[in-house]
């Protein structure tokens, strides 16, 4: 097997095209196959990394009962955006006190959904969104989300939601004034970041806003939830998430021990759990070049093309002489192309195209489009 820049593998061993072949005879095709144990593998890496950080899985990422099994299993906490991400978790039994609500803008029904759940954390991010929780003080915790800008990360989540750092001391001072007790601070430095530094940077800034303002605050800041961001492989080159987390361990080792950490990872835990298998059902020759058309593309498992900005590392079962071709997906639109300039050697009908790292943020925001089948979630 070889790898090229454009993170497109050619070939695959026998035992591969047989699991492949094998699978698509017995559940058709596309599908998204789930590792379970890869997922146990990634928490257990992140926890070691993370020594004394609750890992609260965002289930934004991916929304799959079978997912949110393993997590449950785990022990994790649920990291819940939503009514429906509750809905969900019910079948599985899960305590509310393992789960908080990250959404920093709710709907009046969308807390009481929660706190009827059990799920008593929630994060603001303003004093409109404070005043809504003071109904129910007495029965919530708050964390106050602050916007860490981030150039660098493919997708920078503090330019829709956190608070300015010169507003924490007044929206603090208000929380006090409502009756209401805010117990920490929260951020997100946005998914797939290439460093740590903005996390470093993130916790920093945090420790000294939280330290200051509990010399004079009435109940003390005690929580610092420092988001998601840590990031998927998608050039397949392996990421040492040890190493990627030791700045940050660092940075942690500087906070009052009694302090609780939490932290919300999505892509990083199930990313690599879940390869997409594609079949090639159409080809034609189109301006000089190899169009070929997949069962499965951005309208569906590869819209985090469009919303995530995400490349997937893929794979062709063949090796052979390749030439720049296309990929498009099987909808209508012309929009629906995976990919404009591939190297890939000549294929035909019924061969297929492997897609890896495809966990996050992938079947999670694709769409029923033409109507088309939606790839089908196995379990291995
Ligand atoms: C509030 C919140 N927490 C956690 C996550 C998960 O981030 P990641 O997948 O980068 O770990 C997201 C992603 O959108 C988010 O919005």
Redesign the pocket.
Known sequence: MTTTARTVIYGASEDDCRFYQSSVEKHGSPLLLFDSSKLKQQYRSLQQALPNVDLFY?I??LPQIDVLKVIDELDAGF?V?SSGELDILLGLKVGGRRTIH??PIKSDKDIRDALRFGSTTF?IDNLDELKKLQPYRGRIGILLRVSFRSENAK?D?SKK?GCTEDEVANIIFQAEQLGLHIKGLSF?V???VETSDKHVAAIQSCRDMMLELNQKAKAPLSILDI????PGNYALQSIDIMKFCQPIRDALASLPEDWHIYA?????LIAPAVTCVTTIIGKSMRYGMPWYYLDDGVYGSFSGKIFDHAEYPLQVLKEGETSPSVLAGPTCDSIDIIDEQIELPELKIGDFIIGHQMG??TAATRTRFNLLKEAKFIVL
């Open positions: 965002a934004k990422a990291d955006a990250t959404h994060v997708v989540l939601f997100h946005g998914s797939q988001g998601g961001g840590f919300e990872p999505g892509r990083y996050a943020y």
